[in-house]
């Protein structure tokens, strides 16, 4: 009867030994399992990176701005067809979506651009020259009824008014002129660099191109060349 007992406890024992095992065995196989899943995962998600990359590598150097225009003008687009289509001003429905920090942000930057883009022609040198003048120009009102009451009719000349040769400017206008031309002078004076001719310079050159050569090549190897040339010039050199 014992020895019966003993066997069937063994049984028992071998069984939960092997149950335990294969559970054991279940779970390492799942954590591989998953293990190769997200290997996978993985793989999949570092190709499409690399592909991505390689995209984004042989696409222009400002492609993200051009797609930025892109996107910004099909959308201001939608939105002007929006507004034609309610009736609505567009740049007043978009002053209205403008807050006050923006809008005084824009002012401050345009404040700080140069306005002079540079020399491009004398047409366009005048035109802001012009500009530039009449800006300056402070409207007298006073004046300006005074001589509309003197004209009359002829304040708004005709094809038949005769009114050439008669108007006598005043002498604070005159002298506003005078200041504004010496000025004018004075600025310009300041622009110019020409140098002064010296009479009493040793005349080593044979035309401008050739002076101006010679100054350069003074400016820069002078003084390296100081006493060969005094050599030369005294005769004493090897």
């Known amino acids: 009867m014992m020895a019966s007992c003993s066997l069937v406890s063994a049984s028992v024992t071998d069984d939960q030994t092997e149950s335990g095992s294969s559970q054991k065995r279940e779970e390492r196989l799942r954590k591989f399992r998953e293990l190769h899943f997200k290997r996978n995962e993985a793989r999949k ?41 309610k009736g609505e001003d567009y740049d007043r429905v978009k002053l209205l979506e403008v807050s006050a920090e923006d809008a005084e942000r824009w002012e401050r930057k345009k404040k700080k651009k140069n306005p002079d883009p540079g020399f491009s022609g004398y047409a366009e040198a ?44 005043s002498k604070e206008g005159i002298d506003r002129m005078v200041e504004d031309v010496e000025k004018q002078i004075e600025k310009r004076a300041k622009y110019s660099r020409r140098r002064a001719y010296n009479d009493d310079a040793d005349i080593d050159y044979i035309n401008e191109r050739n002076a101006k050569f010679n100054k350069k090549a003074e400016r820069f190897y002078g003084k390296y060349t100081a006493e060969i040339k005094q050599n030369l010039e005294r005769g004493t050199a090897v």
């Open 45 to 85: 998600l570092n190709h499409k990176e690399v592909v991505e990359e390689d995209k984004r590598l042989k696409l222009p150097s400002n492609w993200e701005a051009k797609k930025a225009r892109l996107e910004w003008e099909l959308m201001t687009d939608e939105k002007k067809k929006e507004c034609a289509s």
């Open 126 to 169: 005048q035109l802001r020259q012009y500009q530039r003048l009449t800006k300056q120009i402070k409207p007298d009102m006073d004046g300006y009824e005074k001589q509309r009451e003197q004209c009359g009719e002829d304040f708004h000349p005709t094809s038949n008014s005769l009114i050439h040769g008669t108007h006598v400017p």
